[in-house]
């Protein structure tokens, strides 16, 4: 009896333990980033509620395009963001993005749902731009910290993590249609609490821990890929049946639920049996050999990398540049001319595909798509985009150890790519909407992941958090002109010389809506110019970089690791006595 009752408290101590031990580490770090990753994309569903702003405040069609535009500067000048993160923790610039994330997007609900009065129109540019602004703090933080945990895998991590930033629309959309079937002033709502209670959720767990080596990491990152992959297939099958079924709530709620069940029950169960075999193989080397049986080399004889570096100014060397792949300051990062093309290539090639995005709502409209039709591209296009991010950082990655192909070079195919999915918008063919819906978000999602690993590779990791808000921010730029100035003014004006051709005149306050291929055909034609020029600036990036793609840019984190390795064992059995 007493055996059994001292066997059952040791089973619950080692429980205990190892929940300890799982909450604590590296793997359910990973495991929050995705969480926090796959609800931080609402500022890709803009498409879906963009309709409901427009209507309901009177807008004309360059004016929801000024509120897309401050959308995308918010969702991309992560400069602040970056700078928090340089010097606060982690949780507390979580914490940051939280509150941004729901006050923005609750005051926009407010407004559309008239339970406020109609505010003066910069107001709306503010809401949303705080709102999309929080998606960058909680980026920061799950980017630069998974990236710092795992160097040697960086392609992988961003393209997995970038991924479900891209699956997220997917995701909450499933979610909303489970809530709140097809009202979607209510998408507003959802957006703005479930991203910042998520965030909340994982405060303390996501955090900067020592570099380690371990033989298997790759493999974990492809279960992390299988697993999304099976979410990315059960999405993909569940927008085409709603596309051609009529859903009941309870429907909706089944596949909600089943889309909640495939998010965190899956990767949960990667984590916990990666962190359970971990936890009892360290248990075992402790239990055969106590530190007072083990000899290993002092602490003090472990050799360590030398730092002697002296502290000047950063404005005294920031014409300095350093060796690519060493760590750049913030100001040789802004005056390095790699950056300077990363920074054009960023505003005209997600510049290029975000007016696709933003826009597809109208486009689907203009040419005379169903609002169900339309809610399927919005979707499709976050699916795609999630396939673009994860497939550009495993192919990249891939690539580059067997073969040192060039990320850069990888960037100028994409961006050709890209390039015919906006033909396909131009032309408007019957249903081709469909096909250009794919590539335009296959191809978004593989420049952001492309994007983030070079800055990553030639400029360091010691100011990346700073460094990759710096290459992103080129992106509201490049879609302020070729969104507002190009695609909403052109469409604006195509809807006017329509109304005139009815012998229509607009009345003050009444919106514009535009029918028809014209609508977008030139705009387009533009955009695909502007696409092709990005590509042929990513081939000259990779012409710059061919030699430093040609050597280990790696070796550097394993010489770190090891060295940390060994002062872990020194520190945990004590030193040869």
């Keep these: 009896m007493v055996e059994a009752e001292l066997k059952g408290a040791m089973a619950w101590k080692n429980t205990g333990a190892f929940v300890l031990h799982l909450l604590n580490s590296r793997w359910f770090m990973v495991f929050a980033t995705l969480l926090i990753m796959s609800m931080s994309g609402a500022t890709y ?104 945990n795992c160097p040697e895998s960086r392609g992988v991590v961003l393209g997995i993590l970038k991924g479900f930033i891209g699956l997220s629309g997917a995701i909450i959309t499933q979610l909303y249609l489970a809530f709140y079937g097809h009202n979607s002033k209510s998408l ?123 502290q000047v100014s950063c404005f005294s060397n920031m014409f300095t540049q350093p060796k690519r792949g060493e760590d750049h300051t913030i100001l040789q990062g802004i005056f390095n001319i790699d950056m300077l093309i990363l920074f054009t290539v960023s505003a005209f090639g997600i510049g290029g595909t975000l007016v696709a995005i933003d826009n597809l709502g109208q486009i689907g409209k203009s040419l005379g798509y169903q609002t169900k039709a339309i809610a399927t591209f919005v979707t499709l296009v976050s699916i795609w985009n999630y396939l673009g991010r994860v497939a550009a950082g495993f192919a990249s990655e891939i690539l580059l150890a067997k073969y040192k192909f060039p990320r850069p070079l990888m960037m100028a195919l994409v961006l050709l790519v890209s390039c015919a999915g906006h033909l396909l918008i131009a032309f408007g063919a019957p249903n081709s909407l469909y096909l250009a819906s794919l590539i335009v978000g296959f191809c978004f999602g593989a420049q952001w992941t492309l994007i983030f690993s070079i800055v990553s590779e030639l400029f360091g990791l010691k100011y990346y958090s700073t460094l990759i808000s710096i290459a992103a921010g080129a992106t509201p730029l490049g879609n302020y002109v070729l969104n507002v100035r190009v695609a909403g003014h052109l469409y604006d004006m195509e809807a006017l010389n ?66 940390e390795d060994a002062e872990k064992l020194s520190v945990t059995n004590g030193p040869h006595s």
């Excluded at 069609?61 to 918010?74: I, Y």
């Excluded at 507003?188 to 959720?201: E, G, K, T, Y």
């Excluded at 569940?238 to 990767?267: C, D």
């Design 498 to 563: 329509q109304m005139t051709a009815k012998g229509l005149t607009r009345k003050e306050g009444e919106g514009l809506t535009c029918s028809g291929v014209e609508c977008y055909k030139l705009s387009f034609l533009i955009v695909t110019a502007a696409t092709f020029f990005g590509s042929v600036l990513s081939l000259v990036l990779s012409y710059r970089t061919r030699n430093f793609y040609k050597g280990d840019i790696y070796q550097k984190f394993r010489d770190q690791a090891q060295v």
């Design 188 to 310: 507003i709502l959802l957006v703005a609490w479930l991203p910042a209670a998520v965030s909340i959720l994982f405060l303390r767990t996501i955090r900067i821990m020592k570099v380690v080596q371990q033989a298997n990491e790759h493999r974990i990152f492809q279960n992390f890929l299988y697993s999304s992959l099976s979410l990315a297939g059960f999405l993909m099958i569940m927008i085409i049946m709603q596309n051609w079924l009529s859903f009941t709530r309870f429907e909706y709620a089944a596949s909600g639920s089943v889309v909640l069940l495939l998010l965190i029950f899956t990767n949960f169960l990667v984590v916990v049996r990666e962190e359970f075999d971990l936890w009892k193989s360290k248990k075992q080397v402790l239990d055969d050999h106590p530190p007072s049986m083990v000899e290993l080399t002092p602490v003090e004889a472990v050799p360590k990398p030398q730092n002697h570096e002296v």
């Design 45 to 148: 569903m803009f498409g879906i509620y963009s309709g409901d702003i427009k209507s309901s405040l009177g807008y004309d069609q360059t004016t929801l395009n000024l509120v897309s535009f401050f959308k995308d500067v918010g969702a991309n000048i992560g400069i602040v963001a970056g700078l928090v993160n340089e010097v606060a923790p982690p949780w507390l610039v979580l914490s940051c993005g939280a509150i941004m994330n729901f006050f923005g997007y609750f005051m926009i609900w407010l407004v559309v749902t008239h339970r406020i009065a109609k505010p003066p129109v910069w107001q709306i540019y503010l809401y949303i731009c705080i709102g999309a602004n929080s998606q960058t703090f909680a980026g920061v933080v799950a980017l630069v910290s998974c990236v710092k």
